[in-house]
Every structure is written in structure tokens, then in C-alpha cells.
């Protein structure tokens, strides 16, 4: 008998998984369709939203999906909902893949606050340079503080630019390194990074490069998330997938 598998995705551990789990079960991942050239999956794609629960529901039971796996974005709070919600309703066991996040060490100047806004707000009224390494979703909150200069990194551009009237654009798909960091924050004189707490090696050479030169981040904690059985790593879920059939 072929499982079905469904992967919410959109991470780098999702396509992993997804390419583990490919050789013992028929396995469809489903991207959110944000990003505009994604890279190439390895399995058939599902590209674009569901519709709310409901929507994830009805997909669940005209695929006949017999496990539904939660491999997002640790940010992606809504859709974490909606699939615990669609698992629910249509009793499919729902497994979620969830990345530790990052912790701060010696040397850190971490600013802690629990949203986007919160961290806009956070910048002060004296102007600064920050660099924003968000993703291109985040950033508009910042048009509430338009007295920063700011450096703004995306995979996509950023369409339409942000109304403020200093910001560079810098268009460019991870992962980075300390190195390549430390001169990407010295070389446009960045004096605070605002990020969120993705975790994962791909991104946290700018945490490790603010470090290393004393320049503050600011950032954003991680969402609450649905109560579902985890694991931290794409082998501790194959394993438990395995475990599973």
C-alpha cells in the first residue's frame, strides 16, 4: 500500500524531508507560492493556499492523505493553525517538523519584542542603519519609522518599495556566511540588525557577525505553535514517519 503524505513547506528541512520520505510513500509538497522562483523540490508541488482549515480539510480527504506534516516556517503561525485544525476535523495524524531556535551567548546584544512592530517601534526616534534580513512580507511595518536608513535584504524584490525615503535593496538567496556577513554589516555601516529567530545554521551568520562587532539585534520571538507531536531534526522525523506506517 502507497502512503500519502502531504508536506506544508517552504523550508529547506521540508525539501530534505520530502526527499527522504519520496522512496516509501507518494509524498506532495505544498508551497505557500511566496517566494516567485523557488527552488526546485525534487517531488510534485502543490503551489499556493488552501483556504483557511476548511479549505486544507477538503484537500485532505479528496487526496486521501494519510499523514499531513507541519515542515513550515517557525513564523508561520496561521498556517501551523490551520493544519492542527484541518488534522482535527478530519482525524489525518499531523506530525510537525520544528527547527530549536537560536539562543543568545556571550558577546549577544539581543533586544527582545514579540512582533515586527514592536520592533519598528524598538529602533528609538534618533536615525540609525539597520539592516532588515525579514523577508519581504515584514518589512512595511517599518514605514512607521521612516527616519532610519535601511538596508533591506530579500529573495524577491520588494514590490512596491517602502515609503520611506532612505532604503537600498539587496536581492540575494541564503545561505550566508559569518564572513560574508561581518563585511556586508562594516561596508554599509549597519549599527543594528533586526531579525527574526529562525534557527538553523543557513541564516545565523549575521547574528554571529553582529557579534563580533558589538552591533545590536533586535529580535523578533518566535510565535506560539499548535501542541502536536515534533521532532527538531529531518532524521528525527523520517524516523517517526517510519515509525508511524
Sequence with gaps: MTHRILILG???EARQLAGKLAAHASVTLSL??????PVAQGVP???GGFGGADGLAAYLRETNTGLLIDA???YAARISANAAIAARKTS???LALRRPGWDAVE?????EVDSVADAARALGDVPRRVFLALGRQEVAAFEAAPQHHYLIRSVDPVEPKLGVPDADYLLARGPFGETDERMLLENHRIDVVVSKNSGGAATYGKIAAARALGIEVIMVRRPVLPDVPSAETVEALAAMVDHFF
Design 32 to 37: 505557500a507560492g511566496r517566494t516567485e522562483s
Design 45 to 47: 508541488v502543490r503551489s
Design 92 to 94: 489525518v495524524p499531523i
Design 72 to 74: 513550515t516556517h517557525p
Design 10 to 12: 517552504g523550508t529547506t
Design 107 to 111: 558577546g549577544d546584544r539581543w533586544l
